[in-house]
T-cell receptor, first 113, second 112 residues
Framework: EPEVTQTPSHQVTQMGQEVILRCVPI?????FYWYRQILGQKVEFLVSFYNNEISEKSEIFDDQFSVERPDGSNFTLKIRSTKLEDSAMYFCASSVPVGEKLFFGSGTQLSVL | KQEVTQIPAALSVPEGENLVLNCSFTDSAIYNLQWFRQDPGKGLTSLLL???SQREQTSGRLNASLDKSSGRSTLYIAASQPGDSATYLCAVTMDSNYQLIWGAGTKLIIKP
């Protein structure tokens, strides 16, 4: 069965450093998403992406965050200057039409020291 | 603002029992509701999706119901097995922006 792939599975970085989290969505999907889950808290929506542009973003997704689909397969989340509070599990997801069944990757555990 | 609540937060039952997990939401303007399973350190697996116009969905031993007007959904697991042990998350897709709003989950332990 097709799946969403995320790399790396774990990322440790120093505060203030830039990180890029990578995702390969399912090939025929059109909508891409990033969610995050801080340890012990609810999953939170960050951003959705369609047709090479952001379609929705949450208050969390400030100027420190950006997303990109640099080629036909990868979908990336960049955090420009990481903060301690950015430590979380970051999940990438994709869907064919918007709002329908989402397929999630296994996540990237980001630890900011 | 949509709030999604799941009760109980944790549940431990012997193998073989039937069980019900509850999810409630405050804003009925939803597009659909999904139940997910999360295993420790792993991703989120969609179990069932119920459209706002539907009342229930079934997949194997799982049955999910939706009462949109009262803001409630239940996930029924029949004949539970140790392999069902995981955290079960409920999430609603908002009509307005298709964002998923999540509950905190129910951590389920099935004892052999």
């Amino acid at each position: 069965e097709p799946e969403v792939t995320q790399t790396p599975s774990h990322q440790v970085t120093q505060m203030g450093q830039e990180v890029i989290l990578r995702c390969v969505p399912i090939s025929n999907h059109l909508y891409f998403y990033w969610y995050r889950q801080i340890l012990g808290q609810k999953v939170e929506f960050l951003v959705s992406f369609y047709n090479n542009e952001i379609s929705e973003k949450s208050e969390i997704f400030d100027d420190q965050f950006s997303v990109e689909r640099p080629d036909g397969s990868n979908f990336t989340l960049k955090i420009r200057s990481t903060k301690l509070e950015d430590s979380a599990m970051y999940f990438c997801a994709s869907s064919v039409p918007v709002g329908e069944k989402l397929f999630f990757g296994s996540g990237t555990q980001l630890s900011v020291l | 603002k949509q709030e999604v609540t799941q009760i109980p937060a944790a549940l431990s039952v012997p193998e073989g029992e039937n069980l019900v997990l509850n999810c409630s939401f405050t804003d009925s303007a939803i597009y659909n509701l999904q139940w997910f399973r999360q295993d420790p350190g792993k991703g989120l697996t969609s179990l069932l999706l119920i459209q706002s116009s539907q009342r229930e969905q079934t997949s194997g031993r799982l049955n999910a119901s939706l009462d949109k007007s009262s803001g409630r959904s239940t996930l029924y697991i029949a004949a539970s097995q140790p392999g069902d042990s995981a955290t079960y998350l409920c999430a609603v897709t908002m009509d307005s922006n298709y964002q998923l709003i999540w509950g905190a989950g129910t951590k389920l332990i099935i004892k052999p």
